[in-house]
């Protein structure tokens, strides 16, 4: 921005550029390539900058553009320069272009004329009279054909046709365009022939050239043997701009030697002088004093030409033609016009972080006046960021310090013309420049931090306090939206504890608090605003959880059995002995859970309590003919506003057994329960050692025998209707003799019960390792035969063995095989 600023304070700042394009071209021809011709005569075209050029100022732009992405000119539309510049001998569209690095290049494009016009005339035909004594050399002006092209394509000879007693003679009127007299070349004689008839013909200078023709009526009249005639041709005059009405500007006369009417001469205005020249300047026909009558600008027209003719009263009259130059002399009467070139002239917007040197708008100055009084000086009015810089034809208004909207979101800007006239004339423009916003503010908390109290056990849903974040910026650079950021709180997310309103910046708990779990945690609290991109601060909040008397005290000591606990004691405990003592727990803080014992109901005059420490001690000593069992009611309460209690039932059982001596001090059930159950599992324990040892060596012994599976299958008997159990004296084991490979299957004693048919044994040694009640024999070698019967009879097969008698004897009979 530095290079650049110093480049536009520098001749490099600024290039001109000539281009020329005919016209009648079709919308959408390339004219030229800007900005390879810029770039050629210097211009730093940033690359990264999507658009090379924008257009700040554009004479016809509805005829030509700059494409902004190529920087090519093209042509919008057909251009007719006829119809554009009409015929101003140059034709010229200006252009003022900045590119991406605010360097400034004007372009000059000339549409170069076509010959696609050709002359025309005003009317159909042109009638004349003269008179028949009209000598050769008499010449009578033409009306002129008009083409409305310029230059050598405008209209350049005339022609006659046929070319016998006339001829024709091109002359130059002052402003370039060229008209046709007649000359007489032969004398006339009505007599012979009273009436011609003629075709003029004007030809342009095109290659070749376009023409348009009129008829040409003559008609031989007989007139006056003098003509008037002008003391010269031509006249010039000048005549100040604005000169009051009645001014006088020139005095014709055109002598006539004839006497009577026809010498008395009459002016006029040929009928070729223009409306607008009859509405500034008037005649007198009789004096020939021609004087002001219209309102003369120097700005609307700087030379008119008067065709004027005199004429006698005779018969057969020849009005004689001058003409009258009039040169408008200028005067300062015209200010300054200051033109803003921007979207809207009235207000101009920028953003507040345009950099020094940044343009807003370009000014064009410009004064109708001519000369001195036409050259303009401007400059910026007031004490403002912003600075004028003038170039030759327009000027910049530039940024020229730090913008803040924040601080200032507007200026009213007025610059000052003024011209170098006498005396001087000056204009002044006013407008608006409003300072854009762009997202440089951080929303702000109303404070970093935030506390709120709230008492545990809380409605969910409940109201906890609000954060309030401003931004200064403006629409969605300052719209604030809120959220918490993610933490944990009791490694659980602080999203299941609170939720925040994210437009509001209200809190609301999502929980009901606990004081004993959580007496206070906190969060951070996230403001971003919606900008792109956005900008965030945050601020922390804190929630202090305050307890609430909300849990009852619980007994825990002496361990209670619904609500009742028994306390022995010896019954020649003496006054003072301890009891036991009451513990209970609470919760609660402070108050809430500070705990106090008392009795209230009961056998008191035989105790007492502490109610601190929760001590039961004895009050009297009990005799002989005391009671054996006392009961109490103790109640521990805490000190909350709306206290809560717990009561236990404590049954004192006196024990004679028991020695004072020996059980001084309170009795810890507890540790007796204790070391009793120890102790029947010791014992367990090394009788299960005992067992398993005896199992495995009586094992050993009977490995030389094997015995039969008893089948009783109820098939082979008749069913009665009521089962016979099986007792144990209905069952014995007889040894047999077989090798040791032979050997039965056994099954656990626990699989006794579960199964179909029960089997008592006769008492006889068992060497298994198990109980006689608990133990039978199944045969586990054929599985497929188990359900073989269709009254589910067991069979047992000892393979390789023929059958002998049965091992097993039920009720005195030997089982079958």
């Known amino acids: 921005l530095l290079g650049a600023a110093l480049l536009w304070a520098g001749a490099g700042a600024l290039v001109n550029l000539k281009y020329s394009v005919e016209e009648e071209q079709r919308a959408g021809t390339v004219i030229a390539n800007v900005a390879k011709d810029a770039r050629d005569a210097g211009f730093v075209l940033d690359p990264r900058q999507p658009t090379a050029f924008r257009v700040v100022s554009n004479s016809a732009p509805h005829l030509v553009d700059i494409s902004p992405g190529s920087g090519l000119l093209v042509t919008k539309q057909k251009i007719d320069r006829d119809l554009l510049c009409r015929q101003s001998p140059k034709c010229v569209i200006s252009l003022e272009v900045m590119s991406s690095s605010m360097e400034i290049c004007v372009i000059k494009l000339e549409i170069k004329d076509l010959n696609d016009n050709a002359p025309s005339f005003p009317t159909d035909q042109i009638e004349l009279e003269i008179s028949e004594t009209a000598s050769p050399g008499t010449r009578v002006p033409l009306e002129s054909a008009y083409d409305p092209d310029s230059g050598s394509f405008g209209v350049q000879s005339y022609e006659i046709t046929p070319n016998d007693l006339f001829g024709l003679e091109t002359k130059t009127r002052g402003d370039g365009s060229r008209f046709a007299e007649l000359v007489v070349e032969k004398s006339l004689d009505r007599e012979t022939q009273s009436h011609y008839s003629y075709v003029i013909t004007a030809l342009d200078g095109g290659d070749p050239p376009n023409f348009g023709t009129v008829e040409l009526s003559i008609r031989v009249i007989d007139s006056n043997d003098n003509n008037p005639l ?22 014709l006369n055109a002598s006539d030697p004839d006497e009577g009417t026809n010498g008395q001469v009459l002016y006029s205005f040929h009928s070729y002088v223009s409306e607008r020249a009859r509405e500034l300047f008037q005649i007198d026909p009789q004096s020939g004093l021609i004087t002001v009558s219209g309102a003369i600008d120097y700005e609307e027209g700087h030379v008119y030409e008067l065709d004027v003719q005199a ?40 953003s507040e972080n345009a950099p020094p040197g940044y343009v807003i708008a370009l000014v064009r100055v410009s004064d109708r006046d001519s000369g001195a009084n036409g050259r303009v000086q401007c400059k910026l009015l007031g004490n403002v960021p912003f600075r004028l810089q003038e170039y030759e034809s327009f000027s910049t208004i530039l940024v020229d310090g730090r913008l803040d909207r924040e601080q200032r979101d507007q200026y009213n800007l007025t610059i000052q013309a003024k011209d170098n006239g006498v005396p001087s004339l000056q204009a002044t423009k006013s407008f608006t420049v ?17 506390q709120v109290i709230v008492q545990e056990n809380n409605t969910p849903g409940a109201y906890l306090l609000s954060v309030s974040a401003r931004d200064p910026d403006l629409g969605l650079n300052g719209s604030v939206s809120y959220q918490i950021v993610p933490s944990q709180v009791r490694d659980m997310p602080v999203f299941t504890y609170v939720s925040i309103n994210p437009n509001s910046g209200d809190i609301y708990a999502l929980r009901s608090f606990n004081h004993e779990q959580t007496k206070a945690f906190e969060f951070k ?28 005290p619980v007994i825990t000591a002496p361990p209670l059995v619904n609500g009742t606990a028994e306390v022995y004691i010896p019954r020649n405990a003496g006054v003072g002995y301890l009891v036991t003592v009451v513990k209970a727990d609470d919760y609660d803080e402070g108050e809430n859970g500070r705990l106090s014992y008392e009795m209230v109901e009961g056998d008191r005059g035989f105790f007492e309590i502490d109610q601190v420490n929760g001590e039961i001690r004895t009050t009297r000593a009990f005799g002989e003919n005391a009671k054996t069992a006392y009961e109490l009611i103790v109640v521990a309460h805490d000190h909350g506003k709306t206290s ?34 120890g102790s029947i599992a010791a014992i367990l324990f090394v009788t299960m050692i005992f067992v398993a040892v005896k199992c495995k060596r009586d094992n050993k012994e009977i490995r ?54 029960y089997f008592d044994y006769h008492q006889q040694t068992l060497p298994l390792g198990c109980r006689r009640s608990e133990s039978t024999f199944l045969n586990v070698e054929s599985q497929n035969n188990r359900n073989a019967g269709s009254n589910h009879i067991y ?18 009979m030997p089982l079958p095989e």
């Open 230 to 251: 002008f003391e010269e041709p031509a006249y010039t005059v000048s005549v100040p701009e604005n000169a009051p009405p009645g001014t006088p500007v020139i005095r």
């Open 795 to 812: 069979h047992h097969t000892f393979t390789g063995q023929s059958p002998q008698q049965p091992d097993l004897i039920i009720n005195g």
């Open 704 to 757: 030389t025998y094997n015995c039969r599976i008893a089948e009783y299958s109820y098939g082979h008997q008749k069913k009665s209707s009521k089962k016979k159990k099986i007792s144990k004296n209905d069952i014995r084991l007889v040894p047999r003799d077989v090798e040791e490979t032979d050997k039965m299957n056994v099954v656990s004693c626990s699989s006794l019960t579960s199964s179909l048919n």
């Open 311 to 350: 004429k006698d009263l005779g018969p057969n009259s020849i009005p004689a033609h001058c003409k009258v130059t009039i040169s408008v002399q200028d005067a300062n009467d015209n200010p300054p016009l200051i033109n803003l070139l921007s979207v809207n002239s009235e207000l101009v917007e920028v």
């Open 525 to 552: 609290v996230l403001a971003k605003d919606g900008g792109n991109p956005s900008l965030q601060s945050n601020a922390t909040v804190r929630v202090i959880v305050l307890d609430v008397n909300d849990n009852t």
């Open 434 to 450: 409003k300072i854009t916003d762009e997202n440089d503010n951080h929303p702000h908390f109303s404070k970093p931090y935030y």
């Open 644 to 677: 809560l209690s717990a009561s236990a039932l404590i049954l004192i059982y006196l024990s004679p057994a028991l020695d004072a001596q020996e059980s001084i001090g309170s009795v810890n059930l507890s540790l007796i329960f204790i070391i009793a159950l």
